[in-house]
């Protein structure tokens, strides 16, 4: 158990709807990272906060938007969702990045199919 | 941009060793990590080697690390059928974002 939690498991829906995916980082840990994974394209960076900011944005679409909480738990929103959304997302967390907190731990990540 | 490349699949027998291989194009790689995904679940950090490092062994589990050829491998020794699972190679450059390369995974298959 890496000690990051995402909710829900499983998340099935149809297209053009909007679905939220929860993360919450390890005890500590200021930041998180949003990652998709697919069969075709691997595992995708999207977009990362620290502390509440954004500090690096990857192959996030802008149909896609995330954000981070005072509490430190974070929210990727995904709307007018495409059968192509359909994929494994995954939050990690790590320390502080560029202190020597960059190693990441992956939490069980959410199902999303796009029917 | 940086390039992490591993080769897509390997087949060993039970109790052999496996290596897994990598390879990496950053010369300025800081730190290199192995996630070990199994099916239907999260990437599982299994160990990870500061740049400069050689050799990092942890039970059965050694890394190796070549800079001036930019490779890392992983090995497994006594490998069992519950090692069966993808294995993520990943490397993080000094730049500011800290975001991990990873490659596609190589899928280890363990057979009697």
């Known amino acids: 158990d890496s000690g990051v939690t995402q909710t829900p498991k499983h998340l099935i829906t149809a297209t053009g709807q909007r679905v939220t995916l929860r993360c919450s980082p390890r005890?500590?840990?200021?930041?998180v990272y949003w990652y998709q994974q697919s069969l075709d394209q691997g595992l995708q960076f999207l977009i990362q906060?620290?502390?509440?900011?954004?500090?690096a944005k990857g192959n996030i679409l802008e149909r896609f938007s995330a954000q981070q909480f005072p509490d430190l738990h974070s929210e990727l929103n995904l709307s007018s969702l495409e059968l192509g959304d359909s994929a494994l997302y995954f939050c990690a967390s790590s320390a502080s990045p560029g202190q020597g907190g960059e190693t990441q731990y992956f939490g069980p990540g959410t199902r999303l199919l796009v029917l | 941009g940086e390039d992490v490349e591993q080769s897509l699949f390997l087949s060993v027998r039970e109790g052999d060793s496996s290596v897994i291989n990598c390879t990496y194009t950053d010369s300025s790689s800081t730190y290199l990590y192995w996630y070990k995904q199994e099916p239907g679940a999260g990437l599982q950090l299994l160990t990870y080697i500061f740049s400069n490092m050689d050799m990092k062994q942890d039970q059965r589990l050694t890394v190796l690390l070549n800079k001036k050829d930019k490779h890392l491998s992983l090995r497994i020794a006594d490998t069992q059928t519950g090692d069966s699972a993808i294995y993520f190679c990943?490397?993080?450059?000094?730049?500011?974002?800290?975001?991990?390369?990873f490659g596609r995974g190589t899928s280890l298959i363990v057979h009697p």
């Open positions: 990943a490397e993080i450059g000094p730049g500011g974002s800290y975001i991990p390369t």
């Open positions: 005890s500590g840990d200021l930041s």
């Open positions: 906060y620290y502390n509440g900011e954004e500090r």
